[in-house]
């Protein structure tokens, strides 16, 4: 965990999430959360740590998802160096894109 974002306001909102109960609450919380470019930005994020946990080129990932190489190299840092939470969420998922 980094401590830096570590908070109160942090822990509640965390909370938030963890009593979401479906995908369509989810849907209406993170909707009323996020912008639409933030919500798509994070799902492409996550969608490129699924792909190069799957072992896909940097190309293939910025072709299918149109994510840029900066943000493909940010991910992968976060795979390599990160607290492996993208892991522990994509073991749990069983996810391939």
Do not use: P, W
Request: aromatic share 10%; glycine share 4%.
């Amino acid at each position: 965990m980094n401590k830096k974002i570590k908070s109160d306001a942090i822990d509640h909102l965390f909370e938030a999430i963890l009593s979401l109960q479906s995908k369509e609450e989810c849907y209406d919380f993170f909707e009323d959360l996020c912008t639409v470019n933030e919500l798509l930005s994070l799902s492409q994020r996550f969608e490129v740590a699924s792909m190069l946990k799957n072992h896909k080129t940097y190309l293939e990932i910025a072709e299918k998802t149109g994510a840029s190489t900066a943000t493909i190299s940010r991910v992968n840092r976060s795979l390599t160096y990160g607290n492996d939470g993208y892991q522990i969420v994509l073991e749990r998922l069983g996810k391939s894109f």
